[in-house]
Nanobody, 119 residues
Framework: QVQLVESGGGSVQAGGSLRLSCGHT?????MGWFRQVPGKEREGVTV???????RYADSVKGRFTISQDNANNTLYLQMNSLKPEDTAMYYC????????????????WGQGTQVTVSS
């Protein structure tokens, strides 16, 4: 059973930084970060596949960086220059077969960690 556990969320002022972590029991083909605010669909933030190729949502390019520590089975999301519109619940996800930015394609999910950015 694949388990994903996020940590590192919190409250920060605009312009600040946070690093999210996702400990996982298995390293699957695709790992990613998604976020969701109440009343909206879950959106893809960034994904990384087994070769290290990454994709980012346009809204976070140049500010967020995804990375994977295979030795420690941990996925990271470094978030810099945070904006109030980055406020959301952030989820770690994994899939065995595909690597896209679509949340519906991911099989396994963590419980989420809240990120709040104040202006």
């Amino acid at each position: 059973q694949v388990q994903l556990v996020e940590s590192g969320g919190g409250s920060v002022q605009a312009g600040g930084s946070l690093r999210l972590s996702c400990g996982h029991t298995h390293r699957l083909y695709c790992m990613g970060w998604f976020r969701q605010v109440p009343g909206k669909e879950r959106e893809g933030v960034t994904v990384i596949d087994a070769s290290g190729s990454t994709r980012y949502a346009d809204s976070v390019k140049g500010r967020f960086t995804i990375s994977q520590d295979n030795a420690n089975n941990t996925l990271y999301l470094q978030m810099n220059s945070l904006k109030p519109e980055d406020t959301a619940m952030y989820y770690c996800a994994a899939d065995r077969f595909r690597c896209s930015m679509g949340a519906r394609n991911f099989e396994y999910w963590g419980q989420g960690t809240q990120v709040t950015v104040s202006s």
